[in-house]
């Protein structure tokens, strides 16, 4: 215990304790007394404890949780806690029996005696502000604590952007259909939201694809969030559905192959830096995406085998994929085998968490100069589209070589053979080569 908290007064020892610096406006004084009524020391030390823990707890009571308008009924009965208080809602007490609100106002007022000017937030904590009611920005901070451990193998920055994929839905629905109480949201709320989302898409304002997900997360945190504290409700996005064929206007396009051939003759003549034009080339020949290819370790290039190939899945650069399906090794031919050689130690510009997006960011810059509605993920699309075109193609065969039924095969085990990959990547590089020698318009554009 430290002397400084117990001081001898007239024989009698008292409790001391200084308020911090950035507190004192709040409590309108420097430092608290409080007599111990025992002229033992050991005693009054024994006293001190409590009180320490008190006013440790009352001086924090606040930091680190959100205003009110985003804070969880969790973090205010947290807040409540620290204050000396339990909290109860403005309708509890309200409905309570006056001798029993009395006993609830009175935990409020003894801290209301100690702290002359509280924040908004600890007002909100005694005074009942969350009752029947739940803002979006509270369901969402709820959610979050729920999930607390749902990223945790990811780094800050790759924690953050998944975060933010849940944030967004929840901004979005506050734009098309105001800050409404969750609470208060009734089934033909949700009905009329995924209406707005139908009618987004059929504007080709938003892709299917992201709607879908963006009812998806609220139906996902609001039955979690109700199933914790609030079970008796039903939620109201449960049975909400989008309403469309999922045929999107404007979705990504594939790139034709006169602009495959411009863009080709593009990167070879820019001055783009050497790491940026053999991932192009890789990706060109394997239909694989950025974040797939900058984030390869060395141990991921197989290239002095019988059948050259790249492995994708977990490595010590990534902890784990987009999705469960995304593992698999892709043979490597032509101009992506001469890139995979040059660099099969990696791609130190771009191998960290933002690497793709710069890499794609600066991609694209050159291919808008040849296509300009097009962009990195025109590639795959492009070699989908090849190989779809492969005389006896199995649609599970393709899934394998693009990343749609996670087998790793690899030439061994269960699942297509580098062999199989590597004749149909060689037979739709073939189909490419006879599609470019065709006279085509140069003004040509994918139609929609």
């Known amino acids: 215990m430290a002397p400084t908290y117990l001081i001898e007064k007239n024989g009698t020892f008292h409790f001391r304790i200084v308020i911090p610096k950035h507190k004192r406006p709040n409590f309108g004084t420097g430092e608290i007394r409080r007599t111990l009524k025992t002229k033992d020391r050991k005693e009054a030390i024994i006293k001190c404890a409590p009180l320490l823990d008190y006013f ?15 804070i969880t009924l969790s973090q205010l009965k947290e807040v409540a806690l620290n204050l000396g208080a339990t909290y109860h809602s403005a309708e509890e007490i309200h409905a309570a029996p006056i001798q029993d609100a009395v006993a609830m106002l009175s935990q409020a007022v003894a801290a209301l005696n100690l702290i002359k000017k509280p924040d908004k937030t600890e007002v909100a904590a005694l005074g009942g502000v969350i009752g029947d009611s739940l803002s979006l920005d509270q369901m969402f901070a709820r959610y979050q604590e729920l999930a607390a451990g749902k990223w945790s193998d990811l780094d800050h920055r ?8 849940y944030r967004e839905p929840v901004d979005d629905f506050k734009r098309e259909m105001g800050d409404l109480d969750i609470l208060k949201i009734q089934p033909k709320d949700a009905a009329n939201y995924a209406i707005n989302l139908g009618k987004r898409i059929e504007a080709g304002r938003l892709k299917s694809e992201t709607a879908k997900k963006k ?18 409700r039903t939620n109201p996005f449960e049975e909400a559905e989008i309403e469309h064929n999922g045929n999107d206007k404007g979705q990504r396009r594939p790139f034709t192959e006169s602009e495959i051939v411009a863009l080709r003759k593009k990167l070879s003549e820019s001055k783009a830096n050497d790491e ?8 060109e020949y394997t239909g694989t995406s950025a974040k797939e290819i900058v984030l390869l370790h060395e141990t991921d290039f197989h290239l002095d085998g019988e ?4 492995r994708i899945g977990k490595n010590p650069n990534r902890k784990s994929l987009k999705t469960e399906n995304r593992p698999r090794d892709i043979p490597l031919v032509g101009a992506a085998l001469e890139a995979a050689k040059r660099f099969r130690k990696g791609f130190h510009r771009y191998c960290r968490s933002n690497g793709s997006e710069a890499l794609s960011g600066a991609a694209n810059k050159l291919i808008k100069q040849v296509a300009a509605d097009a962009t990195t993920y025109s590639y795959r699309h492009r070699f989908i589209d090849l ?12 899934k394998s070589i693009i990343g749609h039924d996670g087998t790793m095969t690899g030439g061994y085990g269960d699942g297509y053979s580098l062999a199989r990959k590597r004749d149909a990547i060689q037979n739709a590089m073939k189909i490419a080569e006879e599609k470019q020698k065709k006279p085509t318009n140069s003004n040509q554009t994918w139609a929609e």
Not at 277 to 283: G, H, P, R, V, Y
């Open 56 to 70: 440790s707890k009352l001086f924090k009571a606040s930091e680190g949780i959100p205003t009110p308008d985003a």
């Open 158 to 165: 790759e924690s953050q952007k998944k975060w933010n994929r």
């Open 215 to 232: 009812l998806l997360f609220l139906n996902a945190m609001v039955r979690k969030v109700f199933k914790t504290d609030y079970p008796e």
């Open 276 to 283: 940026l034009k053999a991932i192009l080339q890789i990706i």
């Open 307 to 310: 059948i050259p190939f790249v």
């Open 387 to 398: 190989l779809r075109e492969v005389d006896g193609m199995q649609d599970s065969l393709l």
